[in-house]
Nanobody, 114 residues
């Protein structure tokens, strides 16, 4: 079993920055992809950014140039640096790990005020 614990969400003004962190613990398959998704009420959860254990990244078009994903394989952590935040970035952000199985964190709220 794998547990994912997120931190770093909160309230920020438009144009500001936040950094999300996620720590994974448990039986983690070394070859995995960790990342972030987000969801607003009434809409499907959508991909924000992912990063493989080998370093390959994938970003949603709407965050390119503003968000940066990074990870520390030794510590099983993944981070999302979010800059130039917009009100439409307001959502619950979920950490995700895909190895043998898929795991989700409990989510952290990000609210961007205009």
């Amino acid at each position: 079993q794998v547990q994912l614990v997120e931190s770093g969400g909160g309230l920020v003004q438009a144009g500001g920055s936040l950094r999300l962190s996620c720590a994974a613990s448990g039986s983690i398959f070394s070859n995995n992809v960790m990342g972030w998704y987000r969801q607003v009420p009434g809409k499907q959860r959508e991909l924000v950014a992912t990063m493989s254990s080998g370093g390959s990244t994938n970003y949603a078009d709407f965050v390119k140039g503003r968000f940066t994903i990074s990870r520390d394989n030794a510590k099983n952590t993944v981070h999302l640096q979010m800059n130039s935040l917009k009100p439409e970035d307001t959502a619950v952000y979920y950490c995700n790990l895909v190895g043998v199985w898929t795991y989700w964190g409990q989510g952290t709220q990000v609210t961007v005020s205009s």
